[in-house]
C-alpha cells in the first residue's frame, strides 16, 4: 500500500479527537511529501539536525512535532518553528524551551513525558516527579511554554497486558492532573501521547489522544 492509503486506513479507524502523528524519522523528504501532496500536515521527527533539514526543505504550514530525546543545548534550533514537543523529560529542559520560546517572542506547547515502563532505557519523569514539578514556583513562572498533557512509552514487549496496564497508569496519571487541577493547567491539558505501529489501537482505547506512527505509514526503518 502507499503512504497515502497508509495514513487513510489509520486515520479512518481513528474516534473523533485522536490526532495521528506520522513518524518520519530517518525517511526522505520524498516520502513525507507524498504524505504532505494527501493533504498530511502532521509529521514526527526525533533528530534535532534531521528534522531542521526537513523544515527547510519543505513547506512552511506542516506542524513539526519533535518526539525524541532533546538535549537542552539544541532546543535554540527548533524553537523557532516546532509545533509541539511530545518529550520533555526534565525542568531544566522545560527552562530552556521557555527562555528559546521567549526569544522567539512565542509559546511553545510541550507535553511532559512520563516514565511509565518496566524498562530501563526508556525516558521520563516518574509521577512524584511530575507533581513535584508541576507544583512548583518555578514552574509557575514560565510564561512562554504551555503544558498541553503527557506522553509515554511503552515497554518494548510483546506482552499486551503489560503495556496496556503502562498505557492505563499514564491514563490515571493524567486523570489525576486534571481532576486535581495540578499545576492550574486548565483545559489546555487534554493530550496523552501515546501509542505507536504495533500498539496504537490499544492506547487508543486506553484513552490515546495522538498516536504516533512510523513504520506503519513509511515501511521499516
Ligand atoms: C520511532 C518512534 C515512534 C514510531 O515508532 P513505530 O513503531 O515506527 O510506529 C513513536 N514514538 C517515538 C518516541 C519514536 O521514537
New binding site residues.
Partial sequence: MSIQQNILKISEQLPEGVQLVA?S?FKPVEMLMEAYEAGFKVF?E?YVQELVEKYEQMPKDIKWNF??HLQSNKVKYIAPFVSLIH?VDSFKLLKEINKQAEKNERVIDCLLQVYIAQEDTKTGIDEAELFELLKSEAFLSLKNIRIVGLMG?STFTENMDQVKTEFKSLKTIFDKIREENIGDLGADFKEISMG???DWPLAVAEGSTMI?????IFGN?
Avoid at 212 to 216: D, H, L, Y
Fill in positions: 513518524v524519522k514526527g526525533n518526539i525524541g518529550s512509552m505507536m505501529s504495533g504516533r506512527v512510523g513504520s506503519a526503518r
